[in-house]
């Protein structure tokens, strides 16, 4: 329809005025409902809610985010670094203890699983932090990766 054909309808037939008048005010009203509904729900419930709410919507994301941009690839053809083993002095005892750690073993299953007592397992750990010269649980797994030591 062009713009003659509008007129005509619009002034031709007053039954379209009806029509779009009645429409006018179903929306004027829906949106005057919505409005009233999302003033008494901001007024019902408290702030620590909404607190709560963009809490767990931000953590959510960040979940998210963090997955997406730390994603891990399964390296083909893995070749065990044989030779730095060696030069580092890491026996198979704590190469054993640190594939336990790759799969995000506690210090306790990692005794059951190599029938050692827990504290036969920190010590191992103590010496893989010292040979391969880190702090933490999950810089001695990245960094046993990198140089090749396990998968």
Known sequence: ??????????HGN????????????????TFALQWVEYQYLSRSFSIEIYVVLVGIAFTVLGVWVGRALTRQTVAEGFEFNQALMTSLNITKRELGVLEELAEGHSNKQIAERLNVSPNTVKTHIANLYEKLEVGQRVQAVQKARTLRLIR
Request: a neutral charge; glycine letters at 4%; charged letters at 15%.
């Open 14 to 29: 007053p039954m379209w005025r009806t029509i779009l008048f009645y429409a006018a005010i179903l929306a004027l009203g």
């Open 1 to 10: 329809m062009d713009m003659v054909n509008l007129r005509e309808v619009w």
